[in-house]
């Protein structure tokens, strides 16, 4: 009996072990990755990514949209509106707990 209960801790320890580096490796391999040089189709990737950022901070919004894109927001909008009722539906919601 004794010896039941120590083995199921010792498989209990070991999974906790086992997660614990699991996640301490992939933390530590984000950590090496940003340290050395990455590959060219990686940068390239991060590079457009970078610039879609900032283009879309200086637009305020989508970038590269038309005004067909404009067009079809504004009527989910206001489909959204009739179905869901007043409020402004692009901003997150708030809840008030009492």
Known sequence: MILRQILRLSSVFSSAVSIHLR????????????AKELDPVQKLFLDKIR??????????????????FQKDMNESLARLQRQYGEGDLTKFPEFKFE
């Open 51 to 68: 610039e879609y950022n900032t283009k879309s901070k200086q637009a305020g919004g989508p970038v590269d949209v038309g005004p067909e």
């Open 23 to 34: 996640r301490n490796i992939g933390l530590s391999a984000i950590v090496f990755n940003k």
